[in-house]
């Protein structure tokens, strides 16, 4: 059982360049987010998702946007990459009231 | 609004030393707890969770008690090891809303 994938592990970008983070789970979970880690910050919301064909906005979401056209994945895309943006990203699942199932995260670097 | 505070790292510990890292909560109703684990390189793991008042989570040694009365739930372990080394996260998902809000995170090091 994968659990949540996520892909890349790595990536360094330059400033107003694009990409997309690519989460995938295995697990049914109608709910899905996509959160940011910086350093002594906690975890940040960015997007989520109650179910494919829904998304909604978290508490950072700006320089950001996704897509939920399956059950499975839930990609977050950047468009003009900022060194603000420069964090680990981390992408969970959950069923309905349940707990989080988290992937292993990102590390990007925008320089 | 509804927040998590936790208390400020880094803790440094020696092995078998006792730990606490307290939390603590401000919501309306009733929320669930939950603590989650995140060991280097990692993603987060959950630890252990309490749904309602007076309900005891624990796993691997490690117990929280949910604590209506000081809007607490700390997090303790009598004897921790070296392996232990992580940071540990409080949060809670509020009644009616599947979206958990995190504490900061307390960086824990046990020595040899």
């Known amino acids: 059982n994968a659990g949540v994938t996520q892909t890349p592990k790595f990536r360094i970008l330059k400033i107003g360049q694009s990409m997309t983070l690519q989460c995938t789970q295995d697990m049914n979970h109608n709910y899905m987010y996509w959160y940011r880690q910086d350093p002594g910050m906690g975890l940040k919301l960015i997007y989520y998702?109650?179910?494919?064909?829904?998304?909604d906005k978290g508490e950072v979401p700006n320089g950001y946007n996704v897509s939920r056209s399956t059950t499975e994945d839930f990609p977050l895309r950047l468009e003009l990459a900022a060194p603000s943006q420069t964090s680990v990203y981390f992408c969970?699942?959950?069923?309905?009231?349940?707990?989080?199932?988290f992937g292993s995260g990102t590390r990007l670097t925008v320089v | 609004g509804d927040s998590v505070t936790q208390m400020e790292g880094p803790v440094t510990l020696s092995e078998e030393a006792f730990l606490t890292i307290n939390c603590t909560y401000t919501a309306t109703g009733y929320p669930s707890l939950f603590w989650y684990v995140q060991y280097p390189g990692e993603g987060l793991q959950l630890l252990l969770k309490?749904?309602?008042?007076?309900d005891k989570g624990s796993n691997k040694g490690f117990e929280a008690t949910y604590r209506k009365e000081t809007t607490s739930f700390h997090l303790e372990k009598g004897s921790v090891q070296v392996s232990d080394s992580a940071v540990y996260f409080c949060a809670r998902m509020p009644g009616g809303s599947e979206k958990l809000v995190f504490g900061k995170g307390t960086k824990l090091t046990v020595n040899p």
């Open positions: 998702s109650v179910g494919a064909g829904i998304t």
């Open positions: 309490a749904t309602k008042a007076d």
């Open positions: 969970a699942s959950q069923p309905t009231q349940g707990g989080y199932t």
